[in-house]
């Protein structure tokens, strides 16, 4: 009744308004869902799992609250994330300040928070490149001072959406995949114990 | 109009779902059909009589006991308690008196003793050494029997008359906790030698926790946590990575485990959580008046099915309180949050978003003000499982909750859109946002409270019903008076038939032998036979 397990929490954060939902919506409601479960009652919580070469990982991708009163609480949100997409509007500047504002918290509560910049709604610049507010090479800039990922996403064209998901089940799979063979060379050494070689506390 | 009320269970009537001292919250049926609050002050009150008449028990039972010990000299082995207590409870009482506020917990909390220690201290002597101890263990395997019906399987299976309780009627060890006790057990004797080696573990960790009666929540969480961790790693090498199997023993291990732990880590006294859960109970109280309106929740509750979903959606927030799993408690948490998202989704006739959600759940917990949210949000926190609480769907969920607390915690004029007047006006209770013009109430005005909306539905129900069986008597007098032709009718045929063809009386036929054609055939009849003798 509880879903399935998941293995990385990715939050989306980023000013009222500049596309967060769209993009999950975007992203799950596109074709493959790997796995067998479906969310069907909503788009706040949902689980999926992305297949990596040979990986499978599950990221369960937590939507927030977008309207402004909320916005105090976003740090509950956030806890314990393995991955956040910090997304602004790229017609919108004032949204991009924002997402500084976003980053600069994850970096001082959650290091162990991987940040992905998400400028949102390429699809209004394609169409009309005036109405570009923020400029790609600030964010590179950005981008690198925070040693973050950088993409650039319509939600209504689908553009750059799965690469952006997929990169950030690549990352958890690369980064868990070295721990977890780290763990297996000290296993081998404890081959010839029985099941639990020692009591497990004190 | 009042009398039509009393035709009741048409609908789910919104009215019978309120506390029953007329509070305006919403009572459960587990609670005598009270509130939380009022639940609480009713069960004390109750609560403080039995404590008195089991005293007087407790102390003749003592002094029995110690007349019996007394004869035999020591020779016995002292009865032990199946889980060794967590003596802090005992120690510390030294503030107690003071402490007059907080005192209804101490009756939920069988190991603590301080309404009842009182009156037995003064009366009844402390006897020296290992007496001193024998009495002690009694007077808390009577404590037992104070256990709170949500921490039993089954008031009825503990002897709460007490006529003839010895020591081992009321042990620690609930039914419940044997139950689960034996499910883990069972679970576990499929993974073969591994299972033993996780039960021994298991043991052994529960023992290690009663010795660590004094320390804090957050080293208590520590250890549990740590325990957890160790335990999943091993599985983890055990299982060859595959973490759904790992999962799937940990449930258990959590289930053992906490069940077991509950009474002495839920809302423990060496922290302010029931504090807070006083401050959340009168904070939510306090904001009676916060209509679903200015909280902007897409739920609509004049539709049926919505309605429903938000009962369900509160009775499940309030059930958690009754769980000891921590996993167990956020299942509640989870199918409360369905619920509410069905009642948006049948709103809106589209799927919910978090936007939608996080409001509407806001205004669950403002209807349900479910009992020690706080401890229970603490409880969760500090042993549940990690990789639940962390990243899947109940973690998310449970957020949530957690995010819903902070906003009642810190919601202010600014978060409803109201001027900083009207809130406090609200606040103080000078003014009602629900009724500004006492005239307008009946009439469909948004800010109606649902459980008169639910009375002029079932008005309108009954008005249609009236009209239904109008019709049902009208089908009925045509009938009637179609039976009343057809009879008439059938009577005319049968008089024309009867005049058509009249009826030629003949002489009825005679004895059976008369007019028998092949009667010679037939044997010659019996003769009676006369018997001599
Ligand atoms: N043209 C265009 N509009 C978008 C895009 N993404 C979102 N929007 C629109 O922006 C508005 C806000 O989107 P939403 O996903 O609700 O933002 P959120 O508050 O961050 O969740 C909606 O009207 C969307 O239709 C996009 O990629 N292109
Ligand atoms: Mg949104
Ligand atoms: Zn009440």
Same mark, same amino acid.
């Given at each position: 009744m509880s879903g399935p397990r998941v293995d990385a929490k990715v939050v989306m954060l980023g000013k009222e308004s500049v596309g967060k939902t769209s993009l999950v919506e975007r992203y799950v409601h596109q074709r493959f869902l790997v796995?067998?479960?479906?969310?069907?009652?909503?788009?706040?919580f949902v689980a999926k799992s992305v297949q990596v070469r040979d990986k499978v990982v599950t990221l369960g991708i937590w939507d927030t609250a977008g309207s402004e009163r909320y916005e105090a609480m976003s740090r509950i949100y956030y806890r314990g994330a393995k991955a956040a997409i910090v997304c602004y509007d790229l017609t919108d500047s004032s949204s991009f300040l924002r997402a500084k504002f976003w980053v600069k918290e994850l970096q001082n509560c959650e290091e162990h928070c991987k940040i992905y910049l998400c400028g949102t709604k390429t699809d209004l610049i394609e169409a009309d490149r005036s109405a570009r507010q923020v400029d790609y090479h600030d964010v590179q800039d950005f981008a690198d001072e925070i040693k973050a990922q950088y993409f650039e996403t319509s939600s209504k064209t689908g553009r750059s959406v799965e690469d952006l998901f997929r990169k950030v089940a690549a990352d958890y799979i690369s980064t868990t995949f070295e721990v977890m063979s780290e763990e297996r060379g000290v296993n081998l050494e404890q081959k010839k114990d029985p099941f639990f070689y020692s009591c497990c506390h004190n | 109009m009042s009398q039509k009320f009393e035709r009741r269970g048409i609908h789910v009537d919104q009215s019978e779902l309120l506390c029953k001292k007329g509070c305006g919250y919403y009572g459960n049926t587990s609670w005598q059909g009270l509130c939380s609050k009022c639940w609480r002050e009713e069960y004390q009150r109750a609560r403080q009589k039995q404590i008195q008449e089991d005293w007087a028990l407790a102390e003749k039972l003592q002094r029995e006991e110690e007349a019996a010990y007394a004869s035999s000299q020591g020779a016995q082995s002292q009865p032990q308690p199946s889980l060794a207590p967590f003596s802090k409870f005992e120690e510390k009482k030294t503030n107690e008196k003071t402490r007059k506020v907080t005192t209804v917990k101490k009756f939920f909390s069988p190991s603590s003793r301080t309404a009842s220690k009182k009156a037995p201290s003064e009366k009844v002597e402390k006897v020296p050494g290992a007496r001193e101890r024998h009495g002690e263990t009694l007077l808390r395997d009577l404590r037992g029997i104070f256990t709170p019906p949500w921490e039993m399987v089954s008031p009825t299976e503990e002897n709460h008359e007490g006529k003839t309780p010895s020591p081992s009627v009321s042990r620690q060890s609930s039914t419940e906790t044997d139950r689960v006790s034996r499910d883990f057990v069972e679970f576990l004797k499929n993974l073969q030698k591994p299972g033993r080696e996780i039960h021994k573990q298991c043991r052994a960790f529960i023992e290690s926790m009663a010795n660590k009666k004094d320390l804090g929540a957050d080293e208590l969480s520590e250890c549990v946590q740590d325990f957890y961790q160790n335990m999943s790693d091993r599985l983890l090498t055990h299982f060859k990575g595959s973490t759904d199997r790992v999962e799937r023993v940990m449930d258990q291990v959590e289930k053992y485990i906490m069940t077991r732990l509950y009474k002495n880590v839920f809302c423990p006294e060496t922290t302010d959580d029931e504090k807070k859960d006083l401050a959340t109970q009168n904070r939510i109280r306090a904001l009676h008046w916060v209509t679903i309106q200015m909280l902007c929740v897409p739920v609509d509750e004049e539709i049926p099915e919505v309605s429903d979903s938000v009962v369900k959606a509160i009775t499940d927030i309030i059930e958690m309180?009754?769980?000891?799993?921590p996993r167990d408690k956020l299942a509640c948490i989870t199918r409360c949050s369905k619920h509410i998202f069905n009642a948006i989704r049948v709103t809106k006739n589209e799927p919910a978003s978090a936007d939608d959600f996080l409001p509407a759940l806001i205004y669950i917990v403002l209807k349900a003000n479910p009992p020690r949210l706080q401890s229970n949000i603490q409880y969760i926190t500090r042993f549940c499982n990690p990789s639940r609480l962390m990243s899947g769907e109940d973690g998310y969920y449970f957020t949530n909750l957690c995010c819903a607390v902070a906003f009642i915690e810190k919601l202010d004029a600014q978060s409803l859109n109201l001027s900083p007047e009207d809130f406090e006006r609200y606040m103080s209770g000078q003014m009602s946002p629900c009724r500004p013009e006492p005239e307008a109430w009946p009439s469909a005005g948004p800010g109606i409270s649902p459980a008169l909306r639910e009375a002029r539905r079932s008005l309108d129900l009954l008005a249609s019903l009236e009209a239904r069986q109008e019709r049902v008597l009208e089908g009925a007098r045509t009938l009637e008076s179609d039976l009343i032709d057809w009879q008439e009718s059938v009577e005319r045929e049968v008089r024309e038939i009867l005049g058509r063809f009249p009826l030629e009386v003949r002489p009825p036929a005679s004895a059976? #032998?008369?007019?028998?054609?092949?009667? #010679?055939?037939?044997?010659p009849p019996l003769q009676p036979q006369v018997f001599a003798g």
């Open positions: 796995g067998p479960y479906q969310n069907t009652i909503g788009a706040a | 309180d009754s769980k000891r799993v059976i #032998d008369s007019d028998n054609v092949e009667n #010679d055939r037939l044997p």
